[in-house]
């Protein structure tokens, strides 16, 4: 069933994107189903993300400049490599990754974004041919009837390419989210070995809206109003990223 259902998924974006022409950027609400994220009282990390994510797709659809698509639309749990897959299925750009975190010790407060560490794309190139199936797909091309050298050199190429663009949109997003005052931890912008930032073929950010283990964050995402700022800093960022991305790479096509 998955085996027809990919390129069905595919072939169905494909026809969407001929007639709508606008980027396309994933939304994808950490966590799901039985893995509730952090947990704080009777507040769950997933519903939390998923309601911020509604937000923010409300919020590219009013700007008009990108499309935007949810990975998963409620509680239900996918694995990391389902998320992926939708969210090349859906032709998507760049993909965005929404959590709020807990820590024991607390202290922690405020936004911050991470993209791949420069530490952790040697081992993603490594471990990513060994989790793609005969279903999943790289740039178009099927990864897994490659030898590995092979696919890790061509997941290498591409990252030389997302990994910057990875961290502009991260930076959009910053320096949005800065205008809109939305509170900001003290070093927003960072970098990370996790696991949902290593797909090459698409710019991936992390977004840490806050902690749920801090007074503040914690009453800020519960409200529509409290994530109001976030959705519109997050869609804004994309905007100008969108932008300046397709500018930065008509020139390098000159």
């Known amino acids: 069933m998955r085996a027809f259902l990919i390129p069905f998924l595919i072939l169905l974006a494909g026809a969407v994107t001929a007639a709508d022409k606008r980027p396309v950027i994933a939304i994808d609400p950490g966590h799901g189903g039985r893995d509730p994220g952090a947990v704080t009282g009777d507040l769950h990390e997933a519903d939390l993300m998923l309601l911020l994510a509604r937000q923010v797709a409300e ?3 009013a700007q008009g400049q990108v499309r935007a698509v949810l990975i998963r639309e409620d509680d239900s749990f996918l694995g990391l490599q389902a998320r992926i897959s ?17 820590l024991e010790e ?19 190139s490594r471990l990513m041919p060994m989790r793609h199936g005969p279903d999943d797909l790289i740039l178009g091309v099927d990864l897994s009837g ?8 061509l997941m290498d190429l591409v990252r030389q390419d ?38 090459a073929d698409m710019p991936s950010v992390l977004i840490e809206a806050g902690f749920l283990s801090d007074p503040e964050d914690r009453a800020r995402l519960q409200t529509a109003e409290g994530r109001a700022a976030v959705a519109r800093a997050i869609a804004s960022g994309v905007a100008r990223w969108v932008e300046e991305d397709a500018s ?7």
């Not at 405020?110 to 993209?115: F, M, N, Q, V």
């Not at 490659?146 to 050199?153: E, L, P, R, S, T």
């Not at 663009?165 to 927003?188: D, F, H, K, Q, Y």
């Open 86 to 102: 939708r969210a090349r299925a859906a032709g998507a750009g760049a993909l965005l990754s929404l959590h709020a975190d807990a």
């Open 162 to 199: 997302t990994a910057p663009r990875s961290a502009a949109l991260a930076r959009a997003i910053t320096a949005a989210m800065e205008t809109e005052g939305v509170p900001m931890n003290r070093r927003p912008l960072r970098h990370g070995s996790l696991a949902v930032l290593r797909a």
């Open 146 to 153: 490659k030898d590995d050298g092979v696919a890790i050199a």
């Open 106 to 124: 607390g202290g922690a407060r405020g936004a911050s974004l991470y993209t791949l560490s420069d530490e952790a794309l040697a081992p993603a």
């Open 248 to 254: 930065f790479r008509e020139g390098m096509r000159r």
């Open 59 to 61: 919020e590219i659809a």
